[in-house]
């Protein structure tokens, strides 16, 4: 069966470092993947969507690398502040058409 | 733009009573979801609606949940009778979907349930 994972332990950071999180992922082939925030009592919101294609993405201080052959994607935050606290969901594409499964997410913590 | 509108945002009932969710999602949004999430865990769906019909609800507990979205707009879950492992959060998301294309969900705020 499809499987997510990510990171449980929450992953404390000081500001201005880079938060590095990760998303492995089994019996997947993935057109897409994407990645979303939650804070606590919300709901996830959309950050970053990279395809198969594609090895690298940015959007601000945010950068998704997606490695098809390994089978992962990783999550950088660089210059991290205190508001990037938060829990970090990757999501992936089921066969089912709009279908997405989400990883259990990674807590990130940043201290200043 | 308004987001997605969910009610009530917390709900305690007692085990084997019912209890109703109701959803609106953005508008001209034709694709709807509902997911559970259970503490600590990332959200799992439930049922999926495209306009008016059911896409996918290969994950919901048929015997005890129900979902409707009457004239492919807003949409209520029901849970009846309630079991203790109902405690979650219900949230409701919608996307501006094609068949094909690669849309982002846009979630609303959630239903905290607390089954005692």
């Known amino acids: 069966s499809q499987k997510i994972e990510q990171n449980s332990e929450a992953l404390n950071i000081q500001e201005g470092k880079t938060a590095t999180l990760t998303c492995n992922y089994t019996n997947y082939s993935p057109a897409y993947l994407q990645w979303y925030r939650q804070d606590p009592g919300r709901g996830p919101v959309f950050l970053l969507l990279i395809r198969e294609n594609e090895k690298e993405k940015r959007k601000e201080r945010l950068k998704v690398t997606f490695d098809t052959t390994l089978k992962q994607s990783l999550f950088h935050i660089t210059a991290s502040q205190p508001a990037d606290s938060a829990t970090y969901l990757c999501?992936?594409?089921?066969?089912?058409?709009?279908?997405?499964?989400f990883g259990a997410g990674t807590q990130v913590v940043v201290t200043p | 733009e308004a987001g997605v509108a969910q009610s009530p945002r917390y709900k305690i009932i007692e085990k084997r009573q019912s209890v109703a969710f109701w959803c609106n999602p953005i508008?001209?949004?034709?694709?709807l979801y509902w997911y559970q999430q259970i503490l600590g865990q990332g959200p799992k769906l439930l049922i999926q609606?495209?306009?008016?019909?059911?896409?996918?609800d290969s994950q919901l507990p048929k015997d005890r949940f129900s979902a409707e979205r009457l004239k492919g707009v807003d949409s209520t879950l029901k849970i009846q009778p309630a079991k203790l492992e109902d405690s979650a959060v219900y949230l409701c998301a919608s996307s501006f979907l094609r068949q094909g294309a690669t849309g982002e969900l846009f979630f609303g705020e959630g239903s905290r349930l607390t089954v005692l």
């Open positions: 609606f495209q306009n008016n019909g059911v896409v996918d």
């Open positions: 508008s001209g949004h034709a694709t």
């Open positions: 999501a992936l594409p089921t066969q089912s058409w709009g279908k997405l499964q």
